[in-house]
């Protein structure tokens, strides 16, 4: 299958048990949102760019909407919302998800959440409901996730998601002066659990 025989999807809205997850809209709301995620040094120290301000958020979410546009869609940067805080298509977004796509069948996945919220399990349902929308939806045969060595929760995630650690990639990433390694996860549209999908 080609990356255009590949359905695109738009706009995207998953649910989990907790969560759920929709397009960016370029409103203060999300813009305040995403800053609070990409603006936190202790957030951002396990992504692979520098702390953003609130115009740079800005930025990001007018590119996400462009990168949405695009046929066939190769990109879906996401806002994560909490179901608790009212209809996910106006709740403020508390993180966000990413699903790239690669080409022959192939994404990577990503994922930041607000750090008031880590240790509550809500990046594992992010990842179910990635993995839903990459195997389910866009009928992908792998995905792939690569991972800060030091970031230990962010593996145990994956693990728990049925990723396989590949390997390390080394000096995969320069930022703040130095080269860092990364350690690439993966999982195949055969080893993925659909009832772990957690998308409604």
Same mark, same amino acid.
């Given at each position: 299958?080609?990356?255009?025989?590949?359905?695109?999807?738009?706009?995207?809205?998953?649910?989990?048990?907790?969560? #759920?997850?929709?397009?960016?809209?370029?409103? $203060?709301?999300?813009?305040?949102?995403?800053?609070?995620?990409?603006?936190?040094?202790?957030? #951002? /120290?396990?992504? &692979?760019?520098?702390?953003?301000?609130?115009?740079?958020? #800005?930025?990001?979410?007018?590119?996400?909407?462009?990168?949405?546009?695009k046929r066939p869609?190769?990109?879906?940067?996401?806002?994560?919302?909490?179901?608790?805080?009212? /209809? $996910?298509?106006?709740? &403020? $977004?508390?993180?966000?998800?990413?699903?790239?796509?690669?080409?022959?069948?192939?994404?990577?996945?990503?994922?930041a959440l607000r750090r008031?919220?880590?240790?509550?399990?809500?990046?594992?349902?992010?990842?179910?409901?990635?993995?839903?929308?990459?195997?389910?939806?866009?009928?992908?045969? /792998?995905?792939?996730?690569?991972?800060?060595?030091?970031?230990?929760?962010?593996?145990?995630?994956?693990?728990?998601?049925?990723?396989?650690?590949?390997?390390?990639? /080394?000096?995969?990433?320069?930022?703040?002066?130095?080269?860092?390694?990364?350690?690439?996860?993966?999982?195949?549209?055969?080893?993925?659990?659909?009832?772990? #999908?957690?998308?409604?």
């Amino acid at each position: 299958m080609t990356p255009e025989q590949v359905p695109s999807v738009r706009p995207v809205r998953l649910t989990g048990p907790r969560l #759920a997850i929709r397009e960016f809209h370029l409103t $203060p709301q999300d813009v305040d949102g995403l800053h609070a995620v990409f603006g936190d040094a202790e957030t #951002a /120290r396990f992504l &692979p760019f520098e702390p953003r301000d609130a115009e740079e958020c #800005a930025d990001q979410i007018e590119l996400y909407l462009e990168e949405a546009e695009k046929r066939p869609r190769t990109v879906y940067r996401l806002a994560v919302t909490l179901r608790s805080d009212g /209809r $996910p298509a106006d709740a &403020p $977004p508390v993180g966000q998800a990413v699903l790239g796509l690669d080409g022959d069948r192939a994404g990577t996945l990503g994922y930041a959440l607000r750090r008031d919220l880590w240790g509550n399990g809500y990046a594992g349902e992010i990842v179910a409901m990635l993995c839903g929308l990459g195997f389910g939806r866009l009928r992908l045969h /792998r995905l792939a996730a690569r991972v800060d060595p030091a970031n230990t929760a962010s593996a145990r995630v994956l693990t728990r998601a049925g990723f396989h650690l590949e390997g390390r990639i /080394r000096h995969d990433l320069f930022l703040h002066g130095t080269w860092h390694d990364s350690d690439q996860f993966s999982l195949l549209e055969d080893e993925w659990v659909e009832e772990a #999908a957690g998308q409604g």
